[in-house]
């Protein structure tokens, strides 16, 4: 029999491991596709080439990616400690500075000189490795730690505010660099931000409207499987003049799957539309990080 020490234990090697993989997938692309693209990604990684590339341009020094990265999370990552959850934090810097010893110790490596090529998959290969941290409750760092606590703290979408800080990094880079790198860059950051939202969907909703005969049964086993509760709605159905039960329930995308799995297994019969809901106001269960 499997003791609840014995199961947690495995989880987080199984978390450290794929943390490492994330991190080692992130020094690639840096010292791969954006470094021989010219590109600025977004966050605190492009923040750290720009300085990066102004001392060499201006003063001829080059200071290690490690140097300057590690220090610019330092208060994202207080905010993440004070606010979030140890465990998420702990994580996370795990990432920040593993990522970037690897970026100061991976050989630069070519693989194409197309920029478009470059900007495409470079973003690919960022959100592949930005959505393994979050998939396994971490992080990248920089920014992350920003844009989660407004919106699992505040309610905040703080995109807005992430995307003009990164609007001044890429004028930036423009003016001192060249601003077809910088209009590279966005189309490196689109990309990676479009990917993450198909692979990590803890912020994504759906609305789940069911017809069924056993709302009682239905009713728990949303509850069961996704902590969220639900509303039965008494209705007539229009061509039979018969009684219809209708729930309704948000819940997270990430569920929809399972949750109608299980409804198809109570009621058959049961009629399913689901609708992408783009905003909700209220009381809305999260799992905690």
């Known amino acids: 029999m499997k003791t609840k020490l014995q199961i947690n234990y495995k989880k987080e090697i199984k978390t450290i491991l794929a943390l490492t993989l994330a991190s080692c997938i992130i020094a690639f692309n840096l010292k791969s596709f ?26 001829d020094l080059h200071i290690p990616y490690s140097v300057l990265y590690l220090p610019l999370n330092l208060v994202p990552a207080f905010i993440g400690f004070k606010f979030i959850s140890v465990r998420f934090t702990l994580y996370s810097f795990y990432v920040v500075a593993l990522s970037g010893v690897l970026t ?57 505010y992430i995307f003009a800080a990164n609007v001044v990094i890429l004028v930036t880079a423009g003016i001192l660099f060249g601003f077809d790198k910088a209009l590279y860059s966005i189309i490196y950051q689109y990309t990676s931000t479009q990917v993450i939202q198909m692979m990590f969907k803890r912020y994504q909703k759906d609305t789940l409207l069911i017809i069924t005969e056993l709302p009682g049964a239905v009713y728990g086993k949303i509850r069961e499987i996704t902590h969220h509760d639900a509303t039965l709605i008494e209705a007539t159905g229009c061509f039979e003049g018969a009684p219809r039960n209708i729930l309704y329930s948000v819940i997270g995308r990430e569920q929809v799957d399972k949750v109608i799995a299980a409804i198809k297994e109570i009621d058959p019969k049961a009629f399913i539309n689901v609708i992408n809901t783009e905003q909700i106001n209220g009381r809305f269960y999260k799992k905690p990080y």
Do not use: H
Not at 34 to 59: A, K, N, Y
Not at 127 to 144: K, N, P, Q, R, Y
């Open 104 to 160: 100061d110790l991976f050989p630069t490596f070519t693989i194409t000189y197309d920029t478009l090529l470059i900007a495409i998959f470079g973003g690919i290969l960022n959100a592949v490795a930005i959505s393994i941290c979050l998939i396994f409750e971490a992080s990248g760092g920089g920014t992350d730690f920003i844009s989660i606590y407004f919106s699992e703290k505040k309610g905040i979408d703080a995109w807005n």
């Open 34 to 59: 954006v470094q021989t693209g010219g590109l600025f990604p977004g966050g605190f990684s492009g923040l750290t080439i720009l300085i990066q590339r102004i001392f060499e341009m201006f003063f």
